[in-house]
Nanobody, 123 residues
Framework: QVQLVESGGGAVQPGGSLRLSCAASGVIFSIFDMGWYRQAPGKQRELVATINPSSSISYSDISYSDSVKGRFTISRDNAKNTVYLEMNSLKPEDTAVYYC????????????WGQGTQVTIST
């Protein structure tokens, strides 16, 4: 059974930082693309960042949404079956539930979601 468990959410002031973690179990982690999505109240879920299975910085294929580029950093540790999202210079508009996402890199391209972790940015 595949499980993705997020942690690290919380409430911080604007300009602050948080580090989210997502621990995967029940999967061969190194064959899954991993990503972070977020959903703010009344809005659609949106992509934040993705990272391919390579844990090598030289071969990592990483993408970010324009709204977080330069402030957020996604990384993964295949030995720990964990993906991270380092979030800096947080803004009130970053407030959302953040979801971890995993998708197999080949057929059947099955995908999975975590339960989400709340991130709140306010004074």
């Amino acid at each position: 059974q595949v499980q993705l468990v997020e942690s690290g959410g919380g409430a911080v002031q604007p300009g602050g930082s948080l580090r989210l973690s997502c621990a995967a179990s029940g999967v061969i982690f190194s064959i899954f693309d991993m990503g972070w999505y977020r959903q703010a109240p009344g809005k659609q879920r949106e992509l934040v960042a993705t990272i391919n299975p390579s844990s090598s910085i030289s071969y990592s294929d990483i993408s970010y949404s324009d709204s977080v580029k330069g402030r957020f950093t996604i990384s993964r540790d295949n030995a720990k079956n964990t993906v991270y999202l380092e979030m800096n210079s947080l803004k009130p508009e970053d407030t959302a539930v953040y979801y971890c996402y995993a998708q197999r890199t080949y057929s059947p391209f099955d995908d999975y979601w975590g339960q989400g972790t709340q991130v709140t940015i306010s004074t």
